[in-house]
């Protein structure tokens, strides 16, 4: 497993802690890929938060400790559904050797923390493959882009580790299904990143 980097996640601020420097980050890769939301989009998704944080939670502590080998209590009962197609997805069961898991990382030039969700080594071709993985209500929902998240974990991983990763993939958590996403271009992610980032920046300053 990759170590860890000292970074501290407070649960209550949702702020993370670079402990060397004791530096707080001022922001996190979600507040920073979501900063231009339409106000209805944002509004909706509050309004549905206490049912997709509680299930995002489950799915991701069951996917965690599969990863680490540590047995699955039946706590998660009313999850079922989506915790189980995606353990028995041969990707997962099979396929990916995990290195990190629920892995802290940050970029410290701009102040923003995040965690990704896994990172680990395709078993069939020896690459690396970043993953993230999220949860959806419906078995016929849509998929959507990613590049951007992607893009802020494997830019902190470059910068800490100095690391090449071959793939980026997400995993798509749904009821009674699970669907692994076609390979992301590591290049398209890291320059989406960049562009809204930038973006960010730029609106940052501009008030």
Request: glycine fraction near 4%; aromatic fraction near 10%; charge should be negative.
């Amino acid at each position: 497993m990759l170590d860890p980097l000292p970074i501290i996640f407070d649960e209550e601020s949702h702020r993370y802690l670079w402990e060397p420097t004791q530096t707080w980050m001022t922001d996190s890769v979600t507040s920073v890929t979501g900063f231009d939301m339409p106000e209805k989009k944002r509004l909706a998704i509050e309004a549905h938060k206490h049912k997709w944080a509680p299930r995002g939670i489950a799915v991701h502590s069951a996917l965690e400790k599969f990863f680490k080998k540590i047995d699955i209590i039946p706590e998660y009962n009313e999850y079922d559904k989506w915790i189980w197609p995606l353990l028995d997805h041969p990707f997962i069961r099979d396929h990916f050797e995990p290195i990190a898991v629920e892995y802290r990382v940050c970029d410290l030039k701009n102040t923003i923390g995040g965690t990704l969700d896994a990172l680990g080594v395709d078993k069939r071709t020896g690459n690396k493959v970043l993953i993230d993985l999220k949860t959806q209500s419906s078995a016929r929902a849509n998929t959507y882009n990613t590049d951007e998240q992607l893009g802020a974990y494997l830019s902190m991983l470059i910068d800490h580790h100095a690391m090449k990763i071959d793939e980026c993939r997400t995993v798509w958590s749904r009821p009674e299904k699970t669907y692994v996403g076609e390979i992301q271009d590591p290049d398209q992610c890291l320059e989406a990143w960049v562009d809204k980032l930038d973006l960010f920046k730029m609106t940052k300053e501009a008030f």
